[in-house]
């Protein structure tokens, strides 16, 4: 009889901590009354998962959990997410009247599905993550039960997001019965030396793979619960979902296509590339006719999705490097977006239109200029850190032979120059219709410091951060 082995913790470690943590916090609201309490609690047991991640790579059960410099740059983006939407919350869920202390649970948990999720080996581990995060955003998409449009947008969700499930679970089953295994790195030794580069059946899973991966990033044509489910959730749940579901899709995306399906890289660049060019265009064009700011930067959202699918499809380690250095940009550029729009909210004033942002530097100059820096960034324009996201992201398509892809991008992304950059028309070159009062706390102010800083430190000095991105990808 074989002894009991206890697997290795330590790469897990992070997790376990995780799950811990946001345990004690659900059981905490029972006890503690003062709801910013939690929110610190929910900072600190973030700090603590960032420091146990120093020393946590390795792998672990068997090859089912990996955590290497791949898993720990997105994971670093979750923990980021986190904080910036804890400190967005604090103020606006009081106002919303939803201030619960499962809110910042919930939040937790969802993350704790994301890190499952970047450092699944195994195809199991990745959906066990995929069910945990999902889950959780569900509930807080309908966080604030008395409006109809939050318990719309958490339907919506729920519906689309097990639909997406289903199509996982049905091509994990089929590349299960043709190599037996679904551990990832075993399906692509599998394939290779079986030769079975030209199945059809492999060819159908991976395309199952595509549009799973695809609803979970808001890809067109899988896109269509995402401009209402943003809309209808609560601003700092949407600006959460916007950033930690996506690099959770897209750090799933890296390693089953880059890894798992590695040989048959033409078929599934074949798939994406329609792909991407669909969600790029119709991202940039739909937002055009947006008038609620938080729909509009749900059609941008979707939009990005599709500049990041480039670096997928140029199947580099650059191109994949790239996609990480766009992923934390964009979670600083499209974090500080929203925190704006949450100060804009107050009682008896929703401050979701882009109407409402009308002369509002002639009121609020800070808060413009804030929003000018964001909308710039996320336009792309130097020397802001969008620019560089996007200069990488476009060099390293052009580099694997993707010119004319580059091309059509750049030419959405200049269409997209007109939705952002009539929010700024509308802040400094109409004159106010009433004047708004600010919602503003220390953790808004921080949220939007942090932010702000980000995107223009980046934007001049992006080495750092690319450097960082090429060191994470290097054993990938």
Do not use: C
């Amino acid at each position: 009889m074989t002894p009991f082995m206890m697997p290795d913790l330590g790469p897990v470690l992070p997790e376990i901590v995780m799950t811990i943590m946001a345990l004690l916090i659900l059981m905490a609201e029972l006890f503690i009354h003062r709801k910013e309490t939690i929110a610190f609690l929910s900072i600190v047991t973030v700090a603590g998962v960032t420091y146990t991640l120093i020393g946590s790579i390795g792998t672990t059960f068997n090859g089912m959990f990996i955590s290497d410099g791949y898993s720990l740059f997105f994971k670093l983006i979750f923990m980021l997410n986190v904080i910036l939407t804890v400190l967005i919350s604090v103020k606006y869920i009081a106002i919303e009247k939803v201030n619960f202390g499962e809110y910042y649970s919930l939040i937790l948990f969802s993350t704790l599905g994301m890190m499952i999720m970047a450092s699944a080996g195994d195809l199991i581990v990745l959906y066990l993550g995929l069910e945990l995060m999902a889950l959780s955003t569900y509930i807080l998409a309908g966080f604030i039960r008395y409006d109809i449009r939050s318990n719309e947008a958490a339907m919506k969700y729920f519906l689309l997001g097990a639909f997406a499930s289903a199509f996982l679970l049905y091509g994990t089953a089929m590349i299960y019965g043709l190599t037996g295994t679904t551990d990832i790195k075993a399906i692509s030794t599998y394939i290779v030396q079986n030769g079975l580069s030209n199945n059809p059946v492999l060819t159908l899973s991976m395309i199952l793979f595509a549009v799973a991966f695809s609803f979970k990033i808001a890809a067109v044509p899988f896109h269509m619960w995402a401009p209402d489910a943003y809309q209808g959730a609560p601003t700092s749940i949407t600006a959460f979902m916007s950033v930690g579901p996506k690099a959770a899709g897209f750090a799933v995306l890296g390693r089953v296509f880059m890894i798992g399906f590695g040989s048959i890289r033409v078929e599934w660049a074949a798939v994406l590339i329609p792909i991407a060019i669909l969600t790029m265009g119709v991202g940039n064009i739909v937002a055009l006719s947006q008038t609620n700011i938080k729909r509009m930067l749900a059609y941008s959202s979707i939009a990005h999705a599709g500049y990041m699918l480039l670096g997928i499809i140029s199947g580099t380690g650059d191109g994949m490097a790239s996609v990480l250095n766009y992923m934390l940009i964009y979670a600083f550029m499209n974090m500080g977006a929203f925190a704006v729009i949450i100060m804009l909210r107050s009682e008896g004033f929703k401050g979701d239109n882009i109407s409402d942002f009308e002369g509002l530097s002639k009121t609020h100059p800070l808060a413009s200029a804030l929003m000018l820096v964001f909308m710039f960034s996320l336009t792309g324009i130097p020397p802001t850190a969008g620019f560089m996201a996007k200069f990488y992201l476009f060099m390293s398509a052009i580099n694997a032979g993707y010119t004319w892809l580059v091309i059509i991008a750049v030419i959405f992304s200049a269409i997209s120059a007109y939705f952002y950059l009539r929010v700024v028309m509308y802040m400094y070159m109409k004159e106010p219709k009433e004047t708004v009062q600010l919602t503003t706390s220390p953790g808004l102010g921080l949220a939007l410091a942090i932010t702000v800083i980000a995107v223009i430190f980046i934007g001049i000095l992006p080495s750092s951060i690319v450097t960082l991105a090429r060191a994470a990808i290097a054993g990938f």
